[in-house]
């Protein structure tokens, strides 16, 4: 069968090279019969069963490389090319929408954060030392005096994402996304809070922490590591539920109470743990995109989430070392070790960039982003942890169907269709 397919393309091929040179009489006809071969010869492509081997072929290589720029032109291999320039590719398509999902839940999960813990209107903290903060901007503020700017930044960051991915599939003539229907949770009632109806759910977290010893292992996950958490955070809150949320005990290391600056330091780990995730789905996703454009956009935005992370890698280690650790809150039961002592390199707080890890067999170790892989950074695993995670607490069965569906496609797409 792989013979016949052989022959046939090579029969199709020498056509194409016929056209070529039969100059500009004709040339509609000529046009009409390069197309009509080109798509015998995309249907091969698409049928043969090791395309692997098959595009190692040196007659493919050298009949591409005669054949030039006039058919393979975008770079893309022929098969994979849209049908005209305003189309991407059910692949790509699948991608950024499952991305434009991860935005708009994280848009909606960095709202409720900016809400409440976010600058503001205010201006920034440098101009303004004295400006009043509520509890929680504080506490935030304990961990870095410009965290709740970051964190409104952050947040203007992922509505940007969601909408610019939303509105790139609608140039293309895609279907967008649109989760509106499912912001049915109820969210704090803290002042603060504009009280509207919410995706997801801060307030009954299991925060995983591990990303924090796996960024200073020189183990990769993708090669099967596990690691532990850095601290346990079982279903707490990572918000200010109510106001109640805004009082406790005296602490006289730090501005505040514990209870509020343990929930700080809840959402200081989470931002990470979110933040982390959206490296490691870019980069994923990006292995698998077919358009040289597509690839610009999950690689630009992908950097992004990059850099969100390493904010909150070095903010969360705040939480866990002097002046604010250690320290125990009473009403969550919460306890924040000092990090430093004792001194143990897989938690150590200054370790905030990425410590070099086995990658390839054979090759030294290396400072990258992990983990790559569909199996642990694809679509499917991000709704796996986020799930597992507590974020979705209260979604109904609907909801998960939708994120599902988009993540299984997501994870179905190939670089090249
Ligand atoms: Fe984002
Ligand atoms: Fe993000």
Known sequence: MFDERMTRLRALMATLLLHRDTGNKNAVKTEDS??????QLTEILEHTANRRSFLKSSMIAGAAATVGTGILGSGLPAFAQATNDSTITKGDTAILRFLAAAELIES?????????????????????????????????????SDGPQYIASNTLDEISHA???????????AATVDLTQFETLPGSTAKGSTGKLRLTNLMNLNVDTSWYVRYRSATNPDLGATFPQAINLDNVTAIPRSD????????????????????????????????????????????????????????????????????????SGNGVQAPVAPFS??????????????????????????VPVEFKPGLPNVSIIRPLTDQFAGAKAAVAALTASGLFIGQSAEFFSTLNELADAADAAKRGF
Request: proline residues 8%; aromatic residues 12%.
């Open 329 to 354: 809150d009473p009403v969550s039961g919460l306890t924040f070790p000092n990090f430093f002592s004792p001194l143990n390199p897989l938690i150590q707080p200054s370790l905030i960039f990425p």
């Open 108 to 144: 909606d999960l960095w709202t409720q954060y900016a809400e409440l813990g976010g600058i503001g209107k205010l201006p920034p903290i440098e101009v303004d030392p004295h400006e009043k903060l509520n509890p929680y901007q504080v506490a935030l503020s304990n961990l870095d």
């Open 34 to 39: 390069r197309e009509d071969t080109m798509k």
């Open 163 to 173: 909408t610019f991915l939303n509105a790139y599939l609608a140039s293309k003539g």
């Open 244 to 315: 109640a949320d805004y009082k406790g005990e005296k602490n006289s290391n730090f501005p505040g109470n514990d209870h509020i600056q343990a929930i700080a330091n809840v959402a200081a780990f989470h931002f990470g743990q979110i933040e982390q995730g959206g490296s490691s789905l870019y980069a994923a996703m990006s292995q698998k995109v077919t358009h040289p454009e597509v690839l610009e956009i999950t690689l630009g935005i992908g950097g992004d989430e990059i850099a969100h992370f390493l904010e909150w890698v070095d903010f």
